[in-house]
Nanobody
Framework: QVQLVESGGGPVQAGGSLRLSCAAS????????MGWYRQAPGKEREYVAA????????YYADPVKGRFTASRDNSKNTASLQMNSLKPEDTAVYYC?????????????????WGQGTQVAVSA
């Protein structure tokens, strides 16, 4: 079992920045691909970013490329999402997630562990 707890969400104006954090406990953190999903009101949960097990590679969904930066610290069992140049369409509940492989991470139904979510609200 892996438990994931997010923090760092909140209200922000368009153009601003937020940093989300995810604290993990339980089984070997470094054996999982970590990353982030989000779900806006009335929409399906969507993939945002992924970080490989070692942290050496990151991958992003097109809407956030160049604005968001995902990272992890295996020594502290934490993952982070730095969000810059935020837009109103970034408003959503953001979830920390873990999956055994990158391919599985990008498929919502294949994600093995989820956090409880943290709300991000971007105003125009």
């Amino acid at each position: 079992q892996v438990q994931l707890v997010e923090s760092g969400g909140g209200p922000v104006q368009a153009g601003g920045s937020l940093r989300l954090s995810c604290a993990a406990s339980g089984r070997a953190f470094s054996s999982y691909v970590m990353g982030w999903y989000r779900q806006a009101p009335g929409k399906e949960r969507e993939y945002v970013a992924a970080v490989t097990r070692s942290g050496s590679h990151t991958y992003y969904a097109d809407p956030v490329k160049g604005r968001f930066t995902a990272s992890r610290d295996n020594s502290k069992n934490t993952a982070s999402l730095q969000m810059n140049s935020l837009k109103p369409e970034d408003t959503a509940v953001y979830y920390c997630a873990a999956a055994p492989s990158l391919a599985q991470f990008t498929i919502t139904s294949e994600v093995e562990y989820w956090g409880q979510g943290t709300q991000v609200a971007v105003s125009a």
